[in-house]
């Protein structure tokens, strides 16, 4: 297997105690077929994936075959779901290979990928489950990690998904899929909680080294590293969140054993980008309370924050983990307020650009106009010609009026030109997102026709979203009225 020369496998994760995991091999899958390859991103791990059906790599990647240096394993985890604490979750569906070199690309955390396999088949930590994921949800991850990766948000990525004809049941009869995840790291809040709840603190105190010296070096130098550690995982935390916000995207299931011990968007299932705007959007339908509504995320971000801290204590001094605790509000506040600012194309920082974007929410939010179009034509267009083309998407074009006043009076305060500030607007709201009924396409033609081409183009589109890209303009329109019907649940 030629490109097998250069994707030699280490086992990193298996020098950790063996609490923190469990041995097993992949399921293998009956009869797997290609759905869609990341080629950019298997270049940057050494790797040509040809799509042939008699590939090798089609075997390695459906869980039918190890390359040599693999040793599988799903890790242990607890976790607090929509509040209430599980203290044995762990990879249910998700194996992971091993570690390889990973160069190139915008990685936050170089040197090293873990590869893992989710929908590979039964662990330990399955309870009672099939081990498998289907086609639906498969495609949804596949399409919307590479979309976050393209709007520039930290992120697990998609190497390849495989698809097969066993049948799987949900809440209806599926078939099978196999998605190749790619991350610096899967360690979660809930690894640390799970070792700490069961009073295993010499391999909490491994975990915690590990992590640091793998991917928080500047805290592995210092004499007390655990402190600045968890202070360094609250502001990569504050800065993600931000930047869902920003984009308005709903993450659907934000159980602390959901967020990622780096700061990157983990386990897409039934997540959503806003379309009209709303701050009280739930994405998910099985969360009946909207725990884990839009404007919630940052609150319970902090909340999965406090579960870890409550999990380091045996590590970090209580005063240190409350200090740090307390920066997340900072952090967010001004990483969110930053993204904002550039939005609306605001180089400068002025006392009042918070309200500005408050009163600018409040206003998308009871007219419930849509987000990502908003900000795209608001980057489009000389301010001149703004208020009567926009004011036909307000029912109180009033309302929207007296906000542009005050946007146009805060402009003349802009050092530059009009056409400068447009471009960099433009590069910092997307014309392009993953809205659910683009999926929803691109699933059902995988689903009924076999017909894979809309994943690749939809994949192609989502990764430059910033583009101006006219074969892809009718991805930029307004959702037709059955979007609205879609419903997404845990299974999604």
């Known amino acids: ?52 059906a008699d590939d090798p790599l089609l075997a390695v990647f459906s869980g039918n075959a190890l390359l040599a240096g693999m040793q599988p394993l799903a890790a242990r985890y607890a976790g607090h779901q929509f509040g209430v604490f599980v203290p044995e979750l762990g990879d249910g569906r998700a194996i992971l290979l091993g570690d390889c070199a990973w160069g190139g690309g915008r990685v936050e955390v170089r040197a090293r990928a ?7 088949g039964p662990t330990p930590f399955s309870r ?33 998904l495989i698809g097969s ?70 502001t990569r935390s504050a800065r993600l969140i931000a930047q869902w916000q920003s984009v308005g995207f709903c993450h ?57 801290a409550q999990a380091m204590l045996p590590l970090i001094s209580e005063a240190s983990l409350l200090a740090g605790l307390n920066r997340f509000a900072v952090e967010y506040a001004e990483a969110y307020l930053e ?40 980057s489009s267009l000389p301010l001149r010609d703004v208020a009567e083309e926009l004011a ?8 929207w009026r007296t906000w542009l006043a005050r946007y146009g009076l805060r402009l003349e305060s802009e050092p530059g030109d009009e056409p400068a500030r447009l471009l960099a607007m433009q590069s910092v709201n997307p014309k392009y997102i993953l809205r659910n009924y683009l999926a929803e396409q691109a699933i059902a033609q995988a689903r009924d026709a076999r017909d894979y081409g809309e994943i ?21 329109d307004l959702p037709p009225a059955w979007a609205a019907e879609l419903s997404l649940s845990c299974s999604s």
């Open 1 to 52: 297997m030629t490109s097998s020369t250069v994707f030699e496998f280490g086992q990193r994760f298996q020098t950790l105690p063996r609490t923190c995991f469990r041995r097993v091999d992949p399921t293998p899958l009956p009869a797997p077929y290609w759905l869609a390859i990341n080629a950019p991103l298997a270049a940057e791990l050494g790797l040509t994936l040809s799509g042939a």
């Open 339 to 378: 993204r904002m600012r550039a939005k609306l194309g605001l180089a400068r920082q002025e006392a009042d650009d918070a309200a500005l974007v408050e009163a600018l929410m409040q206003l998308l939010h009871h007219e419930r106009v849509d987000y990502t179009r908003f900000f795209r034509r608001l």
């Open 114 to 120: 873990e590869v893992q396999l989710k929908g590979a």
């Open 456 to 476: 690749e183009r939809l994949a192609r589109c989502l990764s430059d979203p910033y583009a101006e890209q006219p074969e892809f303009d009718a991805y930029a």
């Open 392 to 399: 036909t998407w307000f029912n109180d074009p009033s309302s």
């Open 165 to 234: 004809d066993q049948p799987v049941w949900r809440e209806t009869e599926e078939t099978s899929a196999v998605l190749t995840r790619v991350a610096p790291s899967f360690v979660r809040f809930g690894s640390f909680e799970a070792l700490s709840q069961a009073g295993q603190l010499d391999e909490l105190r491994a975990l915690a080294d590990f992590v640091i010296q793998h991917h928080f070096p500047e805290c592995a130098v210092l004499p007390e590293p655990y402190g600045p550690w968890f202070d360094a995982v609250v």
């Open 252 to 308: 659907g299931v934000m159980n602390s054993d959901n967020m990622s011990i780096l700061g990157l968007t983990l386990d897409y299932g039934p997540f959503g980008f806003l379309d009209a705007f709303d701050h009280a959007h739930v994405c998910n339908h099985s969360d009946y309370a909207g725990r884990y509504a839009f404007k919630q995320q940052p609150r319970v971000a902090q909340w999965n924050l406090q579960c870890l």
């Open 128 to 160: 009672m489950g099939d081990g498998r994921a289907v086609l639906r949800s498969s495609v949804r991850e596949y399409l919307c990690s590479e979309a976050m990766y393209g709007l520039g948000i930290p992120t697990t990525r998609a190497l390849c």
